[in-house]
T-cell receptor, first 111, second 109 residues
Framework: SQTIHQWPATLVQPVGSPLSLECTVEGTSNPNLYWYRQAAGRGLQLLFY??????ISSEVPQNLSASRPQDRQFILSSKKLLLSDSGFYLC??????????FGPGTRLTVT | DAKTTQPNSMESNEEEPVHLPCNHSTISGTDYIHWYRQLPSQGPEYVIHGLTSNVNNRMASLAIAEDRKSSTLILHRATLRDAAVYYCILNFGNEKLTFGTGTRLTIIP
């Protein structure tokens, strides 16, 4: 069966520090991968998606970037965090055009 | 993207059926109706999707109006573990799922 992993589960970082969040999927090959963010009290916002290695589409221009160095690995990064980057970051993969499966998430607090 | 309208919140008694409504009067012919739910402090969970016909799976049933301008997610026997925010989303199968604010379902023991 397929499994999606995200780490770390929680993270507290100072403003201006770098960020790297990692997501890996097991049990499938060539998945479509997604990064979402959920700010406190708000809905989920799609940040990036990838349909293959090295292929990244950005939905919202901002302080973040994404990379896909391997088939089942998706990384979210920032060079300098802002207070507004705080939120719940979720990685997801798609098995079927109409079914996305989400990881456990990383709760990021920028102080 | 076509918009969906859901009640902000609903309550239901444990072990009773729950009917969660969704209005989507501007739905296009290629839009599928999807439902996801998000339990507290977790990522969303896929529940069900459909196009025109009613759909059933192990988690829920989806009843779609004949004109497709509304749909209802049916939980046949609610448990405390069903307390979550339920999102109704229209999508024709592309990458972009647009989550609104959903319906917060509270289950009363």
């Amino acid at each position: 069966s397929q499994t999606i992993h995200q780490w770390p589960a929680t993270l507290v970082q100072p403003v201006g520090s770098p960020l790297s969040l990692e997501c890996t999927v097991e049990g499938t090959s060539n998945p479509n991968l997604y990064w979402y963010r959920q700010a406190a009290g708000r809905g989920l916002q799609l940040l990036f998606y990838s349909v293959g290695i090295g292929q990244i589409s950005s939905e919202v221009p901002q302080n973040l970037s994404a990379s896909r160095p391997q088939d089942r690995q998706f990384i979210l990064s920032s060079k300098k965090l802002l207070l507004s980057d705080s939120g719940f970051y979720l990685c997801a993969w798609r098995s079927h055009p109409h079914e996305q499966y989400f990881g456990p998430g990383t709760r990021l607090t920028v102080t | 993207d076509a918009k969906t309208t859901q009640p902000n919140s609903m309550e239901s008694n444990e072990e009773e059926p729950v009917h969660l409504p969704c209005n989507h009067s501007t739905i296009s012919g290629t839009d599928y109706i999807h439902w996801y739910r998000q339990l507290p402090s977790q990522g969303p969970e896929y529940v069900i999707h459909g196009l025109t016909s009613n759909v059933n799976n192990r988690m829920a049933s989806l009843a779609i109006a004949e004109d497709r301008k509304s749909s209802t997610l049916i939980l046949h026997r609610a448990t405390l573990r069903d307390a979550a925010v339920y999102y109704c989303i229209l999508n024709f199968g592309n990458e972009k799922l647009t989550f609104g604010t959903g319906t917060r379902l509270t289950i009363i023991p």
